[in-house]
Structure formats: C-alpha cells, structure tokens
C-alpha cells in the first residue's frame, strides 16, 4: 500500500512501481480508491495498460469487504503476484484497520508488505515546521501527522521541484519528527531516488506491539473540512482545440478562483481524454503553479472532460467556481462546455469495518 495526503504524487508513483515490477516479469494489480466515483487516477492508470479495480464510496477501512472482493476479482485470470493499492489521500489509521486485518483474516491468501508513504513537500514543510499560513486546519493537518506516524518508510517525493538545502532542511524535519522511521527523497515523476522506493516496498514491514492512537472525533472532522467535488463535463467545436491547452487552462482557472476566495487545495486534478488519447493537469496547493502531467498532444473536435477537486472548501463554493470557470472558458475559447453528472460532498465520519488493537 502506497499512502500519502492528496496531491503527494501517488499515482505517479505506484505507476512507476508497477512498470518496474512487470519489466521484472510479475504480474501485477492496482486498486484505487476514492470518497466518490469517477477517479481520474482509476482512467490515469488503465490508460498505462495496467489492470486497475476501485473501490470508490469510501475509504479502504470503511470499505475492508469491497477491498477483499475486488482483489479477489483481479484474479479471476491469472493471479497477480503483487497488488499496488492506492488509499484516499485523506485517509489514516490503515495498519489497524485494512493492513493488520488483512494479515488476521487471510494471511493464507496474502503476504503484506509495508506500508510507504509520501510525504508532499508543500504541505509538509509548513506543516512539520508549524508555519504560520499552512493553509489547513490543525484538525486537517492531524490527518496529515498521523499518516507518517504510522508509515513503515517515509519518502519525500517531488524532490526534482526542491532545491537541495530545502530537500535537506525537509529532511531534517521528518527525522525529528519521526527518528524511527527511515526517510528517504524520490521524484516519482523523473526516478530520482527510485531504488530506495522499491527496497522500501520489498522490506518487511515492522511488526507492532500496539496499534497507532487515533482520535476518531477529530480524525472526522478535519476530513469533513475537506470538500469533495467530481465532475464530469463534455467539449464540443466546430474547429479543433488542443486538449492540453484545455485541461490547464481549466486547472488554472478554476486554481485562481480558489486562491483568490483563500481556499486551500489538497489536489485538482483535469482528465481530458478522447477515444485514443488523454491529458491530465494538476494542481497540489494554492502557492503551487499548475502543471501539466500527461501531454496528449493532439487537436480535436470533441472530447470528454472529469474533474476531481479536493479543497478546503464547502461543496457548494467548489460547484459555484467550477461551473463558473467552464462558463467563462466556453466563451473564451469558443467551445460548447457542457457540464454534466456532479458529485459534491464533505466526507462522513470514518467507520471502519475491523479494527486490530
């Protein structure tokens, strides 16, 4: 399992990690998972060729039996010799409640291996440093602690966008922070530090006497602080328009009204994709630039759109602005944008299926 706070890089990564392991020649599964349905990593990484189940709805521990059955339905061919499974970037507590109860109930079916978790630079150093303007609540970045409290290994990922005082200043800080637990830097996206990543991956988890302290109460509330927005919408033009350009001006502008209403953003994420190709753009926090991470480079007459936005914003500001941000780059860009199915909610309160002690 591959955790981290939304916007860390998990996709990219497990989608590294996954191309290692079948150069190797391993057979190998994916399993995301979301709060809501329509991911744009579940497209993301199917449009990589891997095999890819999900679990949307919620997070892994409140879904443990979902878990198990797509799994088990990723085997109904051939067997995978590994599964990569990619939490809700908000969620925590997954050794006491999915890995330690995987191990109990069907140790005869899986070997777990350790739990690695990203750390998202520019979130974690305000965080860990306890800068004034994080742009979270303490309750949100409760959250953020407790799953590098609980990871087996730590990797500082994005480190090609850190200079190196400040990959070694982020260093220091999760050291301190968590002198038990070994820390390493990785750029998912470039491989720097990639070998560290998989003998991180292949390393037996440490067994533990107890399980981690979670205070489910505030665990809750500084998810439900987080609004959750999909978002499916269609582009049609009498002429041609570049997808790419699309999708980061889509990104961008919808980036630029939240940073000017002051609403932090976890992750947003654009998925623009016709029946061959596709282009994703990103944004991972309101002093961030958005970028561009997978380049479909083609012009096209039509093409379908999923936005996913993570924010710390109440559901009915995220639909405001979205729909807002598609109507302005219609008349822009001289495109019919039409917004379509849209699912916007605060998290509910965590309630896991099984939880070891």
Not at 4 to 29: C, D, E, N, P
Not at 168 to 175: C, D, M, N, W
Not at 300 to 323: F, H, M
Request: proline share 4%; net charge negative.
């Amino acid at each position: 399992m591959v955790g981290g706070f939304l916007g860390a890089g998990k996709t990219t990564t497990i989608g590294r990690l996954a191309s290692h392991y079948v150069a190797q020649g391993l057979r190998v599964a994916l399993v995301t998972n979301d709060q809501a349905y329509n991911l744009v990593d579940t497209h993301t990484l199917r449009a990589q060729g891997f095999q890819v189940g999900e679990v949307p709805g919620a997070c892994f521990c409140c879904k443990f039996d979902d878990l198990i059955d797509t799994v088990g339905s990723l085997s109904d061919e051939k067997v995978p010799d590994i599964v990569i499974a990619e939490p809700v970037g908000s969620c925590t507590d997954l050794v006491a409640t999915v890995i330690e109860p995987m191990r109990e109930l069907f140790g005869d079916r899986f070997e777990m291996g350790p739990l690695v978790v990203l750390l998202k630079p520019v979130h974690g150093k305000k965080i860990l440093a306890e800068e004034k303007g994080k742009g979270f609540s303490p309750k949100a970045e409760y959250i953020f602690l407790k799953q590098l409290e609980e990871a087996d290994a730590i990797a500082i990922n994005k480190i090609d966008r850190l200079s190196e005082s400040d990959q070694e200043g982020l260093l220091r800080l999760v050291t301190k922070r968590f002198p038990d637990v070994p820390v390493f830097g990785v750029s998912a996206r470039e491989g720097t530090g990639f070998e560290q990543l998989v003998e991180a991956a292949a390393a037996q988890p440490k067994r533990r006497s107890k399980m981690m302290e979670m205070d489910y109460k505030t665990y809750a509330e500084g998810e439900a602080e987080l609004g959750w927005l999909n978002c499916q919408t269609r582009a049609d033009s009498e002429i041609k328009f570049n997808l790419d350009d699309l999708v980061l001006k889509l990104v961008q502008g919808i980036g630029t009204e939240l940073k000017e209403a002051g609403l932090e953003v976890a992750h947003l994420k654009v998925l623009g994709q016709t029946l061959n190709d596709a282009a994703v753009a990103n944004l991972v926090g309101s002093e961030v630039e958005s970028e561009l991470s997978l380049a479909s480079e083609i012009n096209t007459q039509g093409a379908d759109l999923l936005v996913n936005a993570r924010v710390a914003a109440s559901p009915e500001e995220l639909e405001t602005i979205v729909k807002s941000v598609t109507s302005r780059l219609a008349n822009e860009l001289q495109l019919k944008l039409t917004v379509g199915n849209m699912q916007s909610f605060r998290p509910g309160k965590p309630e896991p299926t099984h939880r070891a002690t």
